[in-house]
């Protein structure tokens, strides 16, 4: 008997706990609060939730944009709009060559190797795609494969 009135009053304080979550979470307020914009009588810049005094103004904040650099305008001489050289270059970096290590050279002349093997020894060649069937190259894609595992070959293995 002691049994099954501990479980009525546990089942019971579970209801009443599911109940009261579920009120609280559908009484509250959403939390949609501004920022607003203030200055106080020295001067002080202020930011709140609450607007304080007639001359709050509330502040607009964007969310979830992504911006990208302005082009530069160049002007007769080269320099960008303000007259300044730094700014122009920023805008247009120089690409420099990097020469490749003597080990990244062998290692990619073994790949371009193995490559043009891989290629001659086969029929019909096969590869899988975005969805994950297999499709056939034609043969012209697979001359495209081959001249550029020689090109690479040429680039690396000298």
């Given at each position: 008997m002691g049994y099954t009135l501990t479980y009525q009053r546990l089942h019971m304080i579970t209801k009443s706990t599911i109940i009261t979550a579920c009120l609280c979470l559908l009484i509250q307020t959403p939390s949609f609060a501004g920022v607003y914009k203030w200055v106080d009588e020295n001067g002080q810049v202020h930011?709140?939730?609450q607007p304080v005094g007639a001359d709050a103004e509330k502040v607009k904040i964007r969310?979830?944009?992504?911006?990208?650099?302005r082009a530069?305008?160049?002007?007769?001489?080269?320099?960008?709009?303000?007259?300044?050289?730094?700014k122009t270059a920023e805008v247009e970096p120089e690409m420099k060559e990097v020469p490749v290590p003597k080990k990244e050279k062998r290692k990619l002349c073994n790949e371009a190797k193995s490559d043009i093997a891989s290629i001659n020894s086969r029929g019909r060649m096969r590869e899988i795609n975005s969805k994950g069937e297999y499709i056939y190259l034609t043969e012209e894609q697979k001359q495209q494969r081959l001249s550029a595992a020689k090109k690479k070959q040429r680039e690396y293995c000298r």
């Open positions: 930011y709140g939730e969310h979830n944009e992504t911006t990208k650099p530069m305008k160049k002007t007769e001489d080269g320099t960008g709009k303000d007259g300044d050289k730094e």
